[in-house]
Nanobody, 117 residues
Framework: QVQTVESGGGLVQPGGSLRLSCAAS????????MGWYRQAPGQQRELVAA???????AYVDSVKGRFTISRDNARNTVYLQMNNLKPEDTAAYYC???????????WGQGTQVTVSS
């Protein structure tokens, strides 16, 4: 079954760090773009970081300089290192691969990140 399993979320104080992991059930070697998305309550899901198979990365402005996306094709895993976390980063985080207007994987259960003092 093609799926992703996200992990690594939790409760952290402002300024803290977390490292999220996304394990895919299938090889991601041939998947060009993998991305991390987040959805806060009452808001639409947004793409926050993406990485190509060649290693090129892109970030939404609000996380530039604080988040780093990486991928390990041998482990079929995508990571999101999040530093200097802010309360506005609070959301459920998901990974997926955008293909035109659709997505390669069914959405996983996500991992909750809560930034609060």
């Amino acid at each position: 079954q093609v799926q992703t399993v996200e992990s690594g979320g939790g409760l952290v104080q402002p300024g803290g760090s977390l490292r999220l992991s996304c394990a895919a059930s299938t090889s991601i070697f041939t998947i060009d773009v993998m991305g991390w998305y987040r959805q806060a309550p009452g808001q639409q899901r947004e793409l926050v970081a993406a990485i190509t198979r060649a290693g090129s990365t892109a970030y939404v402005d609000s996380v530039k300089g604080r988040f780093t996306i990486s991928r390990d094709n041998a482990r079929n895993t995508v990571y999101l290192q999040m530093n200097n976390l802010k309360p506005e980063d609070t959301a459920a985080y998901y990974c997926n691969s955008p293909i035109g207007g659709r997505f390669y994987f069914p959405w996983g259960q996500g991992t909750q990140v809560t930034v609060s003092s």
